[in-house]
C-alpha cells in the first residue's frame, strides 16, 4: 500500500464550486504540505503543517484553505473554484527535523475547472 | 525571482550514454540539494540528494556533483536507460531559520532515453 494517498486522482469542477482535496499517509510523518503543478512551473508549495495545531500559508495560498484534521490527515479546500486553478495537486509528508529534509509526494490529484 | 533554475526543459540520449542534467540556484544560504525523478501520473519520487558539505555523492547509476562556488549540481546517470525517460526536479532545502520547512523547486527536465 501507498503511504502516501490522495482522493480523488481526478475531479472536473465548475466555476463557483467548492472542492475539498484529501491527503492520507501513513509514514508517521509531522509534516505535510500541498503543492500544485502547472506546466513549465514545477511545484509550487500551497500550505503546509507542522502538526495538528500548526498551519502556514505557502508560496501561492490565496483561493486555498486547507485542515489537518489529524497527524495522518491533511485537506486542501477551493472555496469557490476559478479556472486558473485547474492543475495537479500534491500532497507531500516529511519527518521533523534536520537530517529529514526529503519529502515523500502522493500520487496527485488532477484537477480541471471549467 | 526563481532561487532555483533547471534551464534546459528537455534533454534526449542515446541509451547506454551518460546523461547530464544540470540545476543553478541564487541562494547561497541553501544548504541541501534533492532530485526528484516524476512519471506520468504518479507523484515525484526521491532519487538522490546532496549536502552543501558534500561535492559529490553516488547511488548506482546516479551521481550528485555540487559546485558550491558556482551555485550549480548536476545529476549523472550512467549508464542511461529508457526507463530513465522522465521529468527530473531539482530541489534546495534550507538548514536553518526561515524556509527551513520547504523545498524549493526548479521547473523539470524533461529526459528522454531512446533505445
Not at chain 2, 1 to 26: A, F, H, M
Not at chain 2, 66 to 82: D, F, G
Request: charge should be positive; aromatic fraction near 12%; glycine fraction near 8%.
Amino acid at each position: 500500500d501507498a503511504d502516501v494517498t490522495q482522493t480523488p486522482r481526478n475531479r472536473i469542477t465548475k466555476t463557483g464550486k467548492r472542492i475539498m482535496l484529501e491527503c492520507s499517509q501513513t509514514k508517521g510523518h509531522d509534516r505535510m504540505y500541498w503543492y500544485r503543478q502547472d506546466p513549465g512551473l514545477g511545484l509550487r508549495l500551497i500550505y503546509y503543517s507542522f502538526d495538528v495545531k500548526d498551519i502556514n500559508k505557502g508560496e501561492i495560498s490565496d483561493g486555498y484553505s486547507v485542515s489537518r484534521q489529524a497527524q495522518a490527515k491533511f485537506s486542501l479546500s477551493l472555496e469557490s473554484a476559478i479556472p486558473n486553478q485547474t492543475a495537479l495537486y500534491f500532497c507531500a509528508t516529511r519527518a521533523g527535523g534536520p537530517g529529514s529534509e526529503t519529502q515523500y509526494f502522493g500520487p496527485g490529484t488532477r484537477l480541471l475547472v471549467l | 525571482d526563481q532561487q532555483v533554475k533547471q534551464n534546459s526543459p528537455s534533454l534526449s540520449v542515446q541509451e547506454g550514454r551518460i546523461s547530464i542534467l544540470n540545476c543553478d540556484y541564487t541562494n547561497s544560504m541553501f544548504d541541501y540539494f534533492l532530485w526528484y525523478k516524476k512519471y506520468p501520473a504518479e507523484g515525484p519520487t526521491f532519487l538522490i540528494s546532496i549536502s552543501s558539505i558534500k561535492d559529490k555523492n553516488e547511488d548506482g547509476r546516479f551521481t550528485v556533483f555540487l559546485n558550491k562556488s558556482a551555485k550549480h549540481l548536476s545529476l549523472h546517470i550512467v549508464p542511461s536507460q529508457p526507463g530513465d525517460s522522465a521529468v527530473y526536479f531539482c530541489a534546495a532545502s534550507l538548514g536553518f531559520g526561515a524556509g527551513s520547512y520547504q523545498l524549493t523547486f526548479g521547473k523539470g527536465t524533461k529526459l528522454s532515453v531512446i533505445p
